[in-house]
């Protein structure tokens, strides 16, 4: 299964651009999405707007393709799937790009900057590794600890 999340916002581009492969045949296996507060609904795919267990859903997929949002990207990235990250360029500031490229700092995995480009990046979705082990638990303590303040 290919599971497509874009958080708890919304992201109508990327599903958009998901629904599309799977209904050109292009992505075979079932796809699920959490669409998050979407304005248009998917045709070639299963989908709910939130998901409690969306992690366990992670967990077991073949492939994962989400939103490039700090929390997804650290929870998607310690389960160890292969997966696609997607920069929502529309968020406040660039702010998911930027994330991004300091996160390739430490962490080797597959990102695009536009979901028309999910396509071509099929072909290098990978496990991420990240190139500093202990790194993926300070940068999760980190994050907690700033939402708690």
Same mark, same amino acid.
């Given at each position: 299964? &290919?599971? /497509? %999340?874009?958080? %708890?916002?919304?992201?109508?581009?990327?599903?958009?651009? /998901?629904?599309? !492969? $799977?209904?050109?045949?292009? !992505? @075979?296996?079932?796809?699920?999405?959490? &669409?998050? !507060?979407?304005?248009?609904?998917?045709?070639?795919?299963?989908? /709910?707007?939130?998901?409690?267990?969306?992690?366990?859903?992670?967990?077991?997929?073949?492939?994962? &393709?989400?939103?490039?949002?700090?929390?997804? +990207? +650290?929870?998607?990235? =310690?389960?160890?799937?292969?997966?696609?990250? @997607? @920069?929502?360029?529309?968020? $406040?500031?660039?702010?998911?790009?930027?994330?991004?490229?300091?996160?390739?700092? /430490?962490?080797?995995?597959?990102? @695009?900057?536009?979901? $028309? #480009?999910?396509? =071509?990046?099929?072909?290098?979705?990978?496990?991420?590794?990240?190139?500093?082990?202990?790194?993926?638990?300070?940068? $999760? =303590?980190?994050?907690?600890?700033?939402? #708690? %303040?």
């Amino acid at each position: 299964m &290919i599971l /497509v %999340t874009v958080g %708890t916002q919304y992201f109508d581009e990327l599903i958009d651009a /998901v629904d599309d !492969l $799977a209904g050109r045949g292009v !992505l @075979v296996q079932p796809v699920f999405g959490q &669409i998050g !507060l979407a304005k248009r609904t998917p045709r070639h795919m299963k989908y /709910v707007a939130f998901d409690k267990d969306i992690l366990s859903k992670a967990a077991d997929a073949d492939l994962i &393709i989400t939103h490039a949002g700090t929390g997804s +990207l +650290l929870e998607f990235i =310690s389960l160890g799937r292969p997966m696609i990250a @997607v @920069v929502n360029q529309g968020k $406040a500031g660039n702010h998911q790009l930027e994330f991004v490229k300091a996160l390739e700092g /430490v962490c080797d995995f597959c990102w @695009v900057d536009d979901p $028309a #480009k999910i396509e =071509s990046a099929l072909a290098d979705a990978r496990l991420p590794k990240m190139k500093r082990p202990d790194l993926l638990g300070e940068l $999760a =303590s980190d994050l907690d600890s700033l939402l #708690k %303040t």
